[in-house]
């Protein structure tokens, strides 16, 4: 039975995914709707097994690359396809980073941040001529580094290949966050693809996305089988990310025929409390083929990048790549008090933008649709007040007709395209905004991700997804260059919506703000017990 038949679609999904949108907005006198408790005894698991089925350990060695951060994106020879390389690319983008432990619970840390650390994200690998690995479709399992068999291709290949496929479980998130939890699996989403386009570049590898249709997609990765789902969570298919070696004008295909299907899928909430249908809606609603930009089209080298101070200059800021990336984690608290430097602030900035030389903007080469709007609290030689740096020409045309026209939009960069939109201080703004949290004051700034909604919807309803993928690819780049240079950054998905737009003066929806983001100094709880994340 294949599950992304059974659903029809009876309204127009344009229409369902606006109405999503505005009833899943969280508002000063209401929240959306969510649980009205939690019992974090019955959380579902967070590490989806495949019983019945053969498994594989990967090696376990610590990823050890002498690439220092700086140098991340410069060309490299490629590494072989094997089991040696997979394992430590695993370990870099999807795989566990350490354990935290306190009071008695235990909980894991991955390469990329997740809402509430729920993790939704599932990871599927699809290997032709890997050495070491038969050719077929694994599930990966991060909490023990090892590959599942799934099934064996039908299609022989003389050629090595390597891709790595995506799916979300909405109930991860949905237990916690009720109806809002589709953004946040959207938004995990691109931090996922950011995190393994950096990684991949330590490798000499170029990730870059398969075109498929949803439904083949589902089918590559099993996810449409209605009968193995039967009884447990359903997954989302999201994505297939094709991992190459060589700069060619085409991205292979995965195999889409399988053979000799084994085990199935654990049950991951025996007695879920509530039930949250609107999110099925959405998912179906959204799905779709990818940007008219990644059609085909390889995306190339920019022409000019901004100039920035170079990190290398201070080695202190030039750690290795790879310890930047096992070393990321989510702040849970800054200090209120440090001022940003002038230099790490620029080079955060310069890696959102698409000509700069962060490895994500060749996997995603489409025009910019989400655009940054800053909260600066504490940053050196910038006046606190509201900032914009639009990421296109067309991104300032645009948001310059539709922000407040009171707005200065004063030139803040010799080389950025950062514009002061109004001088003050904006500490409580950003702690009311950010559903009254204090992380979002006493960070150095906040970013409020601000994405062109309506236009893109109307033309395509799955960049509905592709929107909150690039926000989350956005904070991605912010929080790993943070990372690099000794500050921190964390994800804010619960923010009043409506009062971000009063703010910017967006009157209606063409525009909506729908991710946030604090960059600052991380206070670390000393009571919590870190723990190596493999033995």
């Not at 650390?117 to 290997?127: D, F, G, K, Q, Y």
């Not at 990421?391 to 200065?408: D, T």
Request: proline residues 8%.
């Amino acid at each position: 039975m294949n599950r992304y038949r059974e659903i029809s679609m009876n309204n127009d999904p344009n229409s369902l995914l606006r109405a999503y949108h505005q009833r899943t907005k969280h508002h000063f006198e209401r929240y959306a709707a969510g649980p009205g408790s939690l019992d974090w005894d019955a959380q579902p698991d967070p590490f989806r097994t495949w019983k019945g089925t053969r498994w594989y350990s990967l090696p376990r060695e610590s990823p050890a690359r002498e690439i220092p951060w700086s140098a991340l994106a410069d060309a490299r020879p490629p590494e072989p396809f094997d089991t040696a390389s997979l394992s430590a690319f695993l370990r870099l983008s999807v795989a566990i980073t350490a354990w935290k432990e306190y009071g008695g619970n235990r909980w894991a840390l991955r390469a990329h941040p997740s809402s509430g650390n729920l993790h939704p994200s599932e990871t599927w690998v699809i290997a032709y001529w890997v050495e070491g690995l038969a050719d077929g479709l694994y599930h990966y399992q991060c909490r023990d580094h090892t590959v599942e068999w799934r099934a064996e291709t039908l299609t022989a290949s003389d050629l090595p290949g390597l891709w790595l496929g995506f799916s979300s479980i909405p109930w991860r998130e949905a237990w916690k966050y009720g109806e809002r939890a589709f953004r946040y699996c959207q938004l995990d989403m691109g931090h996922v693809l950011a995190a393994v386009a950096h990684a991949a570049a330590l490798f000499g590898w170029r990730a870059r996305l398969v075109n498929l249709s949803p439904e083949a997609v589902a089918h590559c990765l099993g996810t449409d089988r209605g009968e193995d789902y039967a009884g447990v969570e359903a997954e989302e298919a999201e994505a297939i990310v094709a991992l190459q070696t060589e700069e060619t004008d085409t991205v292979p295909a995965p195999p889409l025929e399988w053979d000799e299907w084994s085990g199935l899928p654990s049950l991951l909430d025996p007695k879920p409390l509530y039930r949250w249908p609107v999110i099925e809606t959405a998912a179906v609603a959204s799905r779709g083929g990818l940007p008219p930009a990644l059609a085909g089209e390889a995306g190339s080298a920019p022409a000019s990048r901004p100039v920035v101070d170079n990190p290398a200059d201070n080695p202190t800021d030039n750690p290795l790549a790879t310890q930047v990336l096992l070393q990321r984690r989510s702040a849970q608290a800054f200090d209120g008090r440090s001022t940003l430097p002038a230099a790490t602030f620029r080079r955060i900035l310069a890696s959102l933008l698409p000509s700069s030389a962060a490895p994500v903007w060749r996997l995603w080469n489409s025009a910019p649709r989400v655009h940054p709007a800053l909260l600066v609290h504490r940053v050196e030689g910038l006046p606190a007040g509201l900032y914009l740096l639009p990421r296109s020409e067309a991104g300032l045309a645009e948001l310059g007709a539709a922000l407040r026209p009171e707005f200065e939009w004063l030139p803040a960069d010799a080389e950025l395209p950062l514009y002061r939109l109004l001088a003050a201080r904006a500490e409580r703004t950003a702690r009311n905004l950010s559903c009254h949290q204090d992380i979002a004051a006493m960070s150095a700034f906040t970013l409020m991700f601000i994405a062109e909604f309506d236009a893109p919807i109307e033309a395509n309803p799955a960049a509905y997804r592709h929107l909150h993928w690039e926000a989350g690819m956005l904070g991605h780049c912010a929080t790993l260059e943070a990372e690099a240079a000794g500050w921190r950054g964390t994800g804010i998905g619960c923010f009043f919506d409506d009062a971000d737009h009063e703010l910017l003066g967006l009157a209606d929806t063409r525009w909506q703000v729908i991710y946030h983001f604090a960059i600052g100094m991380p206070v670390d709880d000393p009571r919590l017990l870190t723990l190596p994340a493999y033995e």
